[in-house]
T-cell receptor, first 112, second 115 residues
Framework: AQSVSQHNHHVILSEAASLELGCNYSYGGTVNLFWYVQYPGQHLQLLLKYFSGDPLVKGIKGFEAEFIKSKFSFNLRKPSVQWSDTAEYFCAVNTNAGKSTFGDGTTLTVKP | DAGVIQSPRHEVTEMGQEVTLRCKPISGHDYLFWYRQTMMRGLELLIYFNNNVPIDDSGMPEDRFSAKMPNASFSTLKIQPSEPRDSAVYFC?????????????FGPGTRLLVL
């Protein structure tokens, strides 16, 4: 069965700092990879996704993620965070079987 | 498209009462998922349907929880009787197998408080 591991439960950064959130998955076959964001009091929204092709994926609001197959990783990055990026971030894996497996989430707090 | 629609958005009930949560997936989507989110346990998949048929209900916590999908545009999650530990945000999501990435689109959630 697939599983997803997010390394940090809570990250606190100052505005303009660079962000990298780790995500590792365990599954030996072809995967689709996602990052979702949940702003305070709101529902989950898709931030970006990887299906195939260029392993560096660019999403909304300046976020990007890099798929490294050899490391089973799909880390999320942003060069300069803003206070409005304060949210919970979920990594998810789908193996074309209908069901996505979500990580436990990483709460990002950006200090103004 | 209006996206995934859930109702009610908020529910406050007393312990022992029946609670029914409703979800309308995005039109044309053939997968529907019910999730529960709490501070303690994070995001948990409760059950999911494909073409209205339950595929995996291993995440349903106990017999007090039941879910149905009578047609492609409607699903319910019922808790009977409800308990305080059921307090959580319940999300419905849908996806399409015509999308090779099977992106899940989430509804706004139902915030349930059982007193």
């Amino acid at each position: 069965a697939q599983s997803v591991s997010q390394h940090n439960h809570h990250v606190i950064l100052s505005e303009a700092a660079s962000l990298e959130l780790g995500c590792n998955y365990s599954y030996g076959g072809t995967v689709n990879l996602f990052w979702y964001v949940q702003y305070p009091g709101q529902h989950l929204q898709l931030l970006l996704k990887y299906f195939s092709g260029d392993p560096l994926v660019k999403g909304i609001k300046g976020f990007e993620a890099e798929f490294i197959k050899s490391k089973f990783s799909f880390n999320l990055r942003k060069p300069s965070v803003q206070w409005s990026d304060t949210a919970e971030y979920f990594c998810a894996v789908n193996t074309n079987a209908g069901k996505s497996t979500f990580g436990d989430g990483t709460t990002l707090t950006v200090k103004p | 498209d209006a996206g995934v629609i859930q109702s009610p958005r908020h529910e406050v009930t007393e312990m022992g009462q029946e609670v029914t949560l409703r979800c309308k997936p995005i039109s044309g989507h053939d997968y529907l998922f019910w999730y529960r989110q709490t501070m303690m346990r994070g995001l948990e998949l409760l059950i999911y349907f494909n073409n209205n048929v339950p595929i995996d209900d291993s995440g349903m916590p106990e017999d007090r929880f039941s879910a149905k999908m009578p047609n492609a545009s409607f699903s319910t999650l019922k808790i009977q009787p409800s308990e305080p530990r059921d307090s959580a945000v319940y999300f419905c999501a849908s996806s399409s197998n015509r999308d090779p990435q099977e992106t899940q689109y989430f509804g706004p959630g139902t915030r349930l408080l059982v007193l």
